[in-house]
């Protein structure tokens, strides 16, 4: 109590030192904070204003670019390549976001407990995350050969019929590469909901089961509304990555067999960088950046909250 | 009474059970890695090993090109984690203990252009490259990597440091300390945990990038090791064992990274969610 009282007594003076100090703009002070400031301009900011700019133009990259209006953007509409890697990049948002934020809670929840073994149990499933997504593509394409584990395992469970050439068939090829790319996202989802889990006060279980709430009640009650920020930065996580998930597919399948896994991602990479169409590829990559706008305007709204907290 | 052995025990079962399902393709790859190709043509990827050796290794290091790749990798990793880290550093430091004019804003705008989808970016970067003479070239690289980073780093360093109590800084100030005092001699000090977590998720990031560096860099030779694993692939057509070793190799340094500061790590991803 009298250090909250004397607190603002003695501060005033203390922070008049430093407060005028702070208002006068030190050049070194400018210069820490438009040095990377401009670095970021050069390599970020402006080329996203060009990006934007091409995809109103056609361009092959080599002669100079024309301006075609809106034109990729009614191409667009009228692309059934387009349409499958929407399609195909929702049904990824769906599942693969959708599984590895269940599968990360319920780890997360399996192993927030400290006793014995869980830390290899936290490690053993957090190991995917180091690998680099071309090498966890690596290890599934070899699970997935005709000759591979997965086949393997359905032989000896007598399920022959089963088998199948998982990445070369269209009906089968998606859902292949999503399984790898769940296999690394599971253990950094757990980390998240770990961290949050622990930050829950245990008095309100200690209070909840006085009242006599059983486990679903308290998971339902407490656990879950307690996870609110916990569950938006996944959320967040989730839609920007599923948007930008590239190397998975790309090692696996590049969007193939007949463009049936085909993202939008890996969409505007081959557009831009093997049909050479950079204009039309910009408009694709322009709607990849509508489509996550929302996204990263709510979480920096939620970051403007917290800067100061 | 009876009941919690048996409960510990299932628990041990599903925990244990999960924890060697997630481990099993690491496992799969380190052994057909080891697996002669013979080996794995007769038996094929999932059988069971017949063979040992460490020929595949040497396979994927010298005809494979991956010391090259390691080489190149490390080249662009290293300096961009450092400069990115310096650069964040700063720029927090200034904006968290400072008054400056808009600094919010300035944050925020950062940030913003970490979460900007790098697709938007690709055809420009790749054409800024060339107008600067560094296309195909490790320097673009390291570039686009500093200034994609560059947003997330500072505002996590930002958190960090607005955190440290004023009147730490406040002593120096009456001391008579410059801004360049301050930030070296008090505040980096006290935010090296965050930098340390910062580092190795970095380095992991960096390292296993592919959109950058199969956008800016065309010449085998110059590949990182990612993309260089993606030559791989194509170079030993349904040789597992050559493009198993090849995987097991580019995920060393960073599995060495992550067991040496895993603590760090988990806690710099950790980060962004309790908040």
């Known amino acids: 109590m009298t250090v909250t009282l004397t607190a603002p007594a003695v501060a005033p003076p203390a922070a008049a030192g430093p407060r005028r100090r702070r208002r006068t703009l030190s050049p070194t002070l400018l210069a820490f904070v438009l040095v990377p400031l401009l670095v970021e301009t050069f390599w970020v900011f402006w080329p996203a204003i060009q990006g934007v700019y091409l995809s109103f133009t056609s361009w092959d990259g080599v002669s100079p670019a024309t301006v075609v209006g809106v034109g990729n953007y009614v191409e667009l509409l009228g692309d059934p390549t387009f349409g499958r890697a929407l399609l195909d990049t929702v049904l990824w948002l769906v599942l693969f976001g959708g599984l590895s934020a269940l599968g990360g809670l319920g780890m997360a929840l399996l192993l927030l407990k400290d006793r014995r073994g869980v830390g290899f149990y936290r490690a053993a499933l957090f190991t995917p995350v180091v690998f680099s997504l071309v090498a966890t593509a690596l290890i599934w394409q070899a699970i997935y050969q005709p000759d591979g584990l997965v086949n393997t395992i359905l032989g000896a469970l007598g399920l022959d019929s089963w088998q199948h050439s998982w990445l070369a068939d269209a009906n089968t090829s998606l859902y292949a590469v999503i399984v790898p790319a769940l296999w690394r996202q599971i253990g950094y989802i757990m980390v998240l909901y770990l961290a949050g889990l622990k930050g829950i006060d245990p008095t309100l279980y200690e209070a909840a089961t006085v009242d006599g709430a059983n486990k679903w009640q308290q998971f339902t009650r407490i656990t879950l509304p307690q996870l609110s920020s916990v569950n938006s930065v996944v959320l967040s996580v989730i839609i920007i990555d599923s948007l930008r998930s590239f190397d998975v597919v790309w090692a696996l399948t590049r969007g193939g067999p007949y463009h049936s896994s085909e993202l939008l991602s890996t969409y505007m990479y081959s557009t831009a960088f093997q049909s050479l169409r950079l204009g039309y590829a910009s408009a694709l990559a322009v709607v990849i950046f509508v489509l996550a706008f929302g996204v990263i305007l709510t979480y920096l709204v939620r970051a403007f909250r917290d800067a100061d907290a | ?275």
Not at chain 2, 130 to 136: K, P, R, S
Not at chain 2, 188 to 201: G, K, M, N
Not at chain 2, 206 to 234: E, Y
Not at chain 2, 255 to 262: G, H
């Open chain 2, 1 to 275: 009474m009876s009941r919690r052995p048996l409960r510990t025990g299932g628990y041990h079962l599903v925990a244990g059970g999960i924890s060697i399902l997630w481990l099993l393709p690491i496992l799969l790859v380190i052994v057909t890695s080891l697996r002669s190709f013979d080996d794995v043509a007769a038996n094929g990827v999932g059988g069971l090993p017949h063979s040992f050796t460490l020929g595949n290794f040497a396979q994927a290091w010298v005809d494979g090109g991956e010391f090259q790749a390691m080489v190149n990798s490390l080249i662009v990793t290293i300096p961009a984690v450092i400069i990115t880290l310096a650069l964040g550093a700063i720029s927090a430091f200034a904006l968290s203990r400072y008054d400056l004019p808009l600094r919010r804003t300035v944050l925020l705008v950062m940030l913003a252009g970490n979460l900007l989808p790098p697709q938007i970016l690709l055809v420009p970067v790749s054409k800024m490259a060339e107008m600067l003479g560094i296309y195909d070239t490790l320097a673009a690289l390291i570039g686009v990597q500093i200034g994609f980073g560059l947003g997330f780093y500072t505002f996590v360093l930002y958190g960090f440091m607005r955190a440290i109590p004023n009147e730490i800084q406040q002593a120096a100030v009456i001391d008579g300390a410059s801004p360049t005092q301050i930030f070296w001699r008090i505040i980096l000090p006290l935010t090296r945990p965050a930098l340390a977590s910062l580092a190795a998720l970095a380095f992991t990031w960096v390292f296993n990038d592919l959109l950058w560096s199969i956008t800016v860099i065309r010449t085998d030779s110059k590949m990182p090791i990612t993309s260089a694993l993606l030559g791989l692939q194509g170079q030993y057509v349904s040789q597992w064992n050559v493009i198993a070793a090849g995987s097991v190799i580019a995920a060393i340094p960073t599995v060495a990274v992550f067991l040496r500061f895993q603590r760090h790590f988990v806690a710099g991803l950790a980060l962004g969610a309790v908040k």
